[in-house]
């Protein structure tokens, strides 16, 4: 189990102060990080996530009517269902079709739905690209199926979480968001390989460097299309390879010499391909090569910008700061693209000063954009507790 955090004695005492009773299950979900094998997850790649401590933590208690009260701390804001009109519910602002989806996908893993108060609250900014949506499905996922005592599959929750996203939100990700969140190792950074669904938590050995996340301001919400142009792309890369090469089965069986031409699908190919290399590279360099690592994660950048067309001039302006800044040996886009944050591999005694100066500099280009940083402690991954 892991460590409980300090958010989650805060959303009991909320619960219990608003809803004048105690709480009968707690949980959260933390965001995540990933260091680098970005885009590959729905391409039978590899990737290397690590959960944050950072949170959505929910506190939850069975009520003796029909009616499910959710209370978010957040948007100070009272969202009621009526349990026999679920089903038919189509919410418009997209967190209550979060909690509505994970309700719905919830019957499918056995658990009975009655009425319920909910308390929930988070420190995961929203479209900050550290997966606060994957976090805010799985804290409320876990909760229903601990209130239900039913037994606990981390499979299970990953891949219905992903279901809500699919069917409720119409974005069609791939798996590393809820895989970060729900399996991530205190210290560790989880090895995913998406085609086997292999997960393999690894110790690395960094000492003096530190992850910082620094967050453009520009909300990556509404990259949705974009991102579904890029599932596109890579389905019709794909099919075009496997025409020209029969051996080419998924986008992991294409060999260098595989990629003629530089037109747009060939760009997207060559990224994937790229990128699982460098996840394997990026497997050693984790063990004690800061300097290696951190080229790694700009040529990983570099290609997300110039190949796979996902970054945007905010995620390169924040990465060309850093890079001038002495205390840090690498610096890339993180997460969908489009806007979020960046992931800096920085020497942990210069990290605070790092944040300051790279955010002001940024500040001058976009002084209207409200940026935000979090030096990563790396968690566990979600868990819930009965009272
Ligand atoms: C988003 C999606 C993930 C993954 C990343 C890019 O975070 O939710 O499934 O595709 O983008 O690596």
Known sequence: MSIKPAIVEHVAARFSSHFQTKPKVLSWAPGRIN???????????LALPAAINRYVAMAIAPRDDNQIIF??????????????????????????RYMVGTLCISKDLGCQLGGMSIMLTG???????LSSSAALILALLGGLVELNQIEFDAWKLVKASQRVEHEYLGVKCGLLDQIGS??????????????SLQVS???YNLPGYSWVALHTGKSRELAESAYQTRVTECQQALERMSALHPHVKTLRD????????????????????????RVKMALEYIQNDPENLGKTLYASHQSLRDDYEVSCDELNAMVEIARRHKACVGSRMMGG????????????ENAQEF??????????????????????????GADSVTL
């Open 182 to 195: 729900q399996m991530s190792v205190a210290n560790q950074v989880l090895e995913v390989d998406f085609q």
């Open 355 to 380: 944040v300051d100066t790279t955010l002001a500099e940024y500040q001058k280009q976009y002084p209207d954009l409200k940026t935000s940083a979090l030096i990563a402690e790396l968690v566990g």
């Open 71 to 96: 209370q978010s701390e957040n948007y100070d804001e009272v969202f009621v269902i009526d349990v026999d009109q679920l089903a038919t519910l189509k919410p418009e602002k997209s967190w209550h």
């Open 35 to 45: 260091i680098i094998g970005e885009h590959t997850d729905y391409n039978d790649g």
């Open 123 to 129: 420190d995961i900014p929203a479209g900050s690209g």
């Open 201 to 203: 938590p690894t110790e």
């Open 254 to 277: 294409i060999k260098d010499h595989d990629i003629q031409g530089d037109d747009t699908l060939a760009k997207r190919i060559r990224h994937v391909t790229q990128e699982n290399k």
């Open 337 to 348: 693209g489009f806007g979020g944050s960046t992931l800096n591999l920085v020497k942990t």
